[in-house]
Structure formats: C-alpha cells, structure tokens
T-cell receptor
Framework: AQSVTQLGSHVSVSEGALVLLRCNYS??????LFWYVQYPNQGLQLLLK??????LVKGINGFEAEFKKSETSFHLTKPSAHMSDAAEYFCAVRKGFGNEKLTFGTGTRLTIIP | GAVVSQHPSWVICKSGTSVKIECRSLDFQATTMFWYRQFPKQSLMLMAT?????????EQGVEKDKFLINHASLTLSTLTVTSAHPEDSSFYIC??????????????FGEGSRLTVL
C-alpha cells in the first residue's frame, strides 16, 4: 500500500527566505508524486507532479521538487517565500498508470512572516 | 486547464434532512470522478470513486447507503448525504480526470463544499 508522510504540520518562514516542505513516501511500485496547495475554504490546486523522467520538476509559482528514489523523498522547495505562499500544502502519491486513487499526506500549513 | 465546479459551496441543514452536492466538469468529459472528505485541519480521505453509468466504488468504512453517489452523465456526479447528522459536517471535495487529453497524470479538483449539519 502507498503512504505519504509530511514532516512538520506547521512551517513558518520569513518573507524572502527559503521554503522547504518535506515529504516522504512509501510505495511498492514506481510512484507518481504530487504536491497540491489549498487556500482557505477552497479546493486543491496542483503545484507540480512527478511521473517519469527528470527527477527535478518545476511547478507553478516558483516551486520545485526533487524525486529521490534512494531517500523515498519528494521535498518541495521555493528559493524565496512570498506572502501569497501562505497556505496548506499536501503531498500525494498514486500507484501509477491505471490507478488514479490518490493517497494524501496530512498536510503542512505554511506561514510567511513579514 | 480543465475546470471542475462544485455546488453549493456552503450548505447548512437540519439534522435528519438530506443534502445533495453536485460536481461538474465544465470543459471536459469525466468518466471517473472521486469524492473526498476533509475534516478540519486534516488531510483528504477518499470516500468513493464515481463511474459514469455504473455504481460507485466505496472505500472501506464509508457507508454507501449514507453517501449516495450518482454519475448520470459524463460531466456530472452528485453526492447525497442522506439523513444528515452533525458528525457528517465536513468539507467535501470532488476531483476528475480529463481523459480526452490523454493520460496526464493530473486530477482536477473542485472548490469544495462545506456542509454544516445543525
């Protein structure tokens, strides 16, 4: 079975500082990995995804993530935080082609300090 | 990108009544939609997979008689919470895959529907 662990339910960074949100996964088959962002009382928006190919993936709003198979990690980073980045971030894993069910992590709430 | 819309965004109902939530794919056809439930400050839990023209597939522990799912067309899935009780209060989110564009690995999510049962 697939699972996702997000370390740190709350992360606070200063505006302009590096953002690092951690995600580790467990999967018995090659995983498809996703990061989603959720603003208050809204649905989820895809930030980026890894399926196959290049392990460093770039997403929207300046975010990127690197798939590291040896570490079973898919951490999300952004070089310089912006106030608008304050939101809830979810890491998710899917078994792969043919199975569309997503397993979500518990989420990390990102707070930006002015 | 593909757009998924839910209605209503907010709903308040009395205990014992039934509430219907709609999930529509606005610019694509969705043979499969997924319904999630999110408790306050928690992650999303998959409730069921909605298949157009057939019965929904429910995850373990989800009462199918409580949460009725109908996927009558390629652009509409509905979730009906029957005989709602306060413990059913939650944020319900649907998602869908744009099949016609080929397999992109991406699911598109609706805005969510917040249900409060008094």
């Amino acid at each position: 079975a697939q699972s996702v662990t997000q370390l740190g339910s709350h992360v606070s960074v200063s505006e302009g500082a590096l953002v690092l949100l951690r995600c580790n996964y467990s999967s018995s088959v090659p995983p498809y990995l996703f990061w989603y962002v959720q603003y208050p009382n809204q649905g989820l928006q895809l930030l980026l995804k890894y399926t196959t190919g290049a392990t460093l993936v770039k997403g929207i709003n300046g975010f990127e993530a690197e798939f590291k198979k040896s570490e079973t990690s898919f951490h999300l980073t952004k070089p310089s935080a912006h106030m608008s980045d304050a939101a809830e971030y979810f890491c998710a894993v899917r078994k792969g082609f043919g199975n569309e069910k997503l397993t979500f992590g518990t989420g990390t709430r990102l707070t930006i300090i002015p | 990108g593909a757009v998924v819309s839910q209605h209503p965004s907010w709903v308040i109902c009395k205990s014992g009544t039934s509430v219907k939530i709609e999930c529509r794919s606005l610019d694509f056809q969705a043979t499969t939609m997924f319904w999630y439930r999110q408790f306050p400050k928690q992650s999303l839990m998959l409730m069921a997979t909605s298949n157009e023209g057939s019965k929904a597939t429910y995850e373990q522990g989800v009462e199918k008689d409580k949460f009725l799912i109908n996927h009558a067309s390629l652009t509409l899935s509905t979730l009906t919470v029957t005989s709602a009780h306060p413990e059913d209060s939650s944020f319900y989110i649907c998602s869908a895959r744009d099949f016609e564009g080929g397999y992109t690995g991406e699911l598109f999510f609706g805005e969510g529907s917040r249900l409060t049962v008094l």
